[in-house]
C-alpha cells in the first residue's frame, strides 16, 4: 500500500497533486497553514506540526482503482540518528486534511487525527534501586508487533471525519476493522535492525482497514515514519541561493549537479486512502 519506507529502507517515490491541508496546534486558535521544512519562521518553532508537503493520488494497488490515496507529511529533517526520545506527534495538536469537493475553497470533508503517547515506565534493578528505564524500548524482545510489550512507550491515535465546516460539522469517528473500536497503534519509529528485527513487516502490520461512516468500501490509514520524497538543496539555496548551476544555464545535468540535502532524512506521513465516491459524492 505505501511503498515509502523510511531512509536505510528506501523503496519508490510517489508524486501527486496538492489539496487544501493544514496543520492545528492547540491551544492556539488559528491553523497553521505554511508548509515548509523547516524555513518557514513561525512553524520552525513547533516541528511537531511542522507539515512539509500534501500529495493525493488515484491508488495505483491492483483492485484499487476506485480509491484515492492523501498523504500529508510532517515533521521535517528527522536525522535516522535520533535517539532517545525520536520523533512522536504532538498529543496537544489536531492534525487534520480538509477536502473541498465543490470548488467552493470551503472544506465539505476534514480527516481530524488526535494523538497519544503512554508510557509504561519499565523499571531495572539497579544497585538494589529500581530505575526508570529512559528509552523508548526495554530490550524485552523484538519489536514485531503493534502495541509491542517490547517497548516502553506507544503511540496512537484516533480519527474523526467531518462533514461540513471543521468544527461545527456532524463529526463521526473512524472505526478499525480490526478490532471493532476508533483507536489506531502507530510503529515506533525505526529505531535499528537490534530492536527491529524486519522494520518493514512490523510498519506493515501498521496498515489498517477502516471504516468510514457514511462511506461504501474498505478504507485504509497508516501513520509512520517514511522517507521524505520532497528532494532541495537546502544548505546552497539559503546561501543567497549559492548552486552550482544555476537554472538559467542550459546544462542538462544542472538538476544533478548539487546534493539532495533530504537524502538521508524522514518525515511522519499521515497517509487514508478512501473510496472516491466518499470524497466525490459528499
Known sequence: MFAQLPTRLRARRALATAVIFAAIAAPLAAPSHASSHR?????ATQPQVDATDFYMFRSYEAGRSGYVTLVANYLPIQSTYGGPNFFK??????YEIHISNDGGAAENITFSLKFQNTLDDNKLSVGGKMVSIPLVQNASADVSTPNSPALNTHEKYTIDVIRGNRRTGVKQSIVNTATGGTTFDKPVDYIGEKTIKNYIA??????????????????????????????????????????????VE????????????????????IIVEVPIACLAGC
Open 250 to 269: 542550459l546544462n542538462p545535468l544542472a538538476e544533478f549537479a548539487t546534493a539532495d540535502s533530504l537524502s538521508d532524512d524522514n518525515v511522519t506521513s
Open 39 to 43: 524555513e518557514a519562521p513561525f512553524i
Open 89 to 94: 506527534l504532538d498529543p496537544n495538536a489536531l
Open 202 to 247: 512490523y510498519a506493515n502490520r501498521h496498515i489498517w482497514d477502516i471504516s468510514i461512516p457514511g462511506c461504501t468500501g474498505t478504507g485504509r490509514v497508516f501513520v509512520g515514519q517514511r522517507k521524505d520524497p520532497f528532494v532541495v538543496n537546502l544548505g546552497e539555496t539559503f546561501d543567497l541561493v549559492n548552486i552550482k548551476y544555476p537554472a
